[in-house]
């Protein structure tokens, strides 16, 4: 099985790394004494501090190795273009209107499956739409099936996020 790439930005990854640290230092420090009181309140069978501390502790430890995979994984966006649509690109897409649904134009960045967020304008290049529209340029159009219906986007501009 070919490994996962995860494309992301500078500021992403860094913030990624100031994660992981925190969890490896501060919070399994935290954890580490949880377990400690709650193995003081004696038997270990009848103790539900003991087995919350317990799985507390493998929800840390998953979420570490995880976060380690990821940065093990990841590959730092260099360069956005302003000619196609890609890993990094704000892009301004129309959406023709369908169903009950009226015409709509959105402007999105398109971002690596850990750094999007929706409230920002931020989609997943593994999301329907991220992905359909990776590759295209200004003036092309695409379709996306979803639930709702099948989309019908136009690319209207490609542009460079320099806010991270």
């Known amino acids: 099985m070919a490994e996962h790439i995860e494309q992301m930005s500078q500021a992403h990854y860094d913030a990624l790394e ?3 640290a925190y969890l490896i230092g501060t919070r399994r420090r935290e954890v580490a004494d949880q377990l400690a009181e709650a193995r003081s309140y004696g ?3 009848e103790n539900a501090e003991y087995d919350e501390a317990r799985n507390e502790q493998a929800r840390l430890e998953t979420e ?3 976060l380690e995979y990821t ?3 990841a590959e730092i966006i260099q360069t956005v273009s302003v000619d196609e649509v890609g890993n990094g690109s704000v892009v301004t897409l129309k ?3 369908f ?3 009226p015409e709509k134009i959105e402007t999105l960045k398109i971002v690596g499956r850990t750094e999007s967020d929706y409230a920002k304008g931020w989609i997943s290049d593994e999301s329907p739409i991220g992905k359909a529209a990776l590759h295209k ?4 159009a695409f379709i996306v099936e979803a ?3 099948v989309m019908t986007f136009h690319v209207i501009d490609i542009s460079m996020d320099n806010n991270g």
């Open 147 to 149: 639930p709702i219906g």
């Open 43 to 45: 038997d270990l069978s």
């Open 99 to 101: 169903g009950d649904n």
């Open 64 to 66: 570490i190795a995880e």
């Open 71 to 73: 940065l093990a994984h």
């Open 95 to 97: 959406r023709e209107a």
């Open 137 to 140: 340029r200004v003036g092309d």
């Open 18 to 20: 100031q994660q992981l």
